[in-house]
């Protein structure tokens, strides 16, 4: 099975303007998940997707989005961005089925704002 | 509120030495656990995980964990380090649906 891809890996944006990041899950995996990676915080959680419906979201402002489609492609944007938005953008998708929990993780979008 | 510290934000071992990378939870309920690795430039790569079915777990790369529900530990060891070993790994626990918690990080280095 091909394995989780982002695209793009690599972002330059400007303080102000918004930007797009997206995510193929896994083959047959419905849950979608987005983190942020940082040097100073480390790996927070984003939100995550299933079956087209945020379930959960982590404590970031409202500038961060999300969405899922009904294939389970993701896609996350960050609007009015903030030169504190630079960072590793990673998904993961997951089976989420009891005993099957873990997370794949893509390559990631390294994204900087200038 | 669960969470997961890792002791060490750095390990430093020679070639064909015993690798052991410290990781303790807090949980309120039987966790989900995970070790992941990244390599420079990278994501996660998932190691092995923990889901209660045995409390040794072997995973990839030669590396295993054992889960201590007494001392709230989920240690990963592996019996002789590889220079292929060198990079950052991470402790994880499930939170709930679709959320992980990680810890610092710790990163490997491996002295020839």
């Known amino acids: 099975k091909a394995g989780v891809t982002q695209t793009p890996r690599y972002l330059i944006k400007t303080r102000g303007q918004q930007v797009t990041l997206s995510c193929s899950p896994i083959?047959?995996?419905?849950?979608v998940s987005w983190y942020q990676q940082t040097p100073g915080q480390g790996l927070q959680f984003l939100f995550e997707?299933?079956?087209?419906?945020?379930?959960n979201k982590g404590n970031f402002p409202g500038r961060f989005s999300g969405r899922q489609f009904s294939n389970s492609r993701s896609e996350m944007n960050v609007s009015t961005l903030e030169l504190g938005d630079s960072a590793l953008y990673l998904c993961?998708?997951?089976?989420?089925?009891?005993?099957?929990?873990?997370?794949?993780f893509g390559p990631g979008t390294r994204l900087t704002v200038t | 509120a669960q969470s997961v510290t890792q002791l060490g934000s750095h390990v430093s071992v020679s070639e064909g030495a015993l690798v052991l990378l410290r990781c303790n939870y807090s949980?309120?309920?039987?966790?989900?656990l995970f070790w992941y690795v990244q390599y420079p430039n990278q994501g996660l790569q998932l190691l092995l995980k923990?889901?209660?079915?045995?409390?040794l777990v072997k995973g990839i790369n030669g590396f295993e964990a054992e889960f201590k529900k007494s001392e709230t530990s989920f240690h990963l060891t592996k019996p002789s380090a590889h220079m292929s070993d060198a990079a950052e790994y991470f402790c994880?626990?499930?939170?709930?649906?679709?959320?992980?918690?990680f810890g610092q990080g710790t990163t490997l280095q491996v002295k020839p």
């Open positions: 994880a626990v499930r939170v709930y649906t679709g959320k992980l918690i």
């Open positions: 083959s047959g995996h419905r849950s």
């Open positions: 993961a998708s997951s089976p989420e089925r009891p005993g099957n929990y873990e997370q794949y």
């Open positions: 949980s309120s309920v039987p966790p989900y």
């Open positions: 923990y889901t209660s079915a045995a409390t």
């Open positions: 997707y299933f079956s087209e419906t945020q379930r």
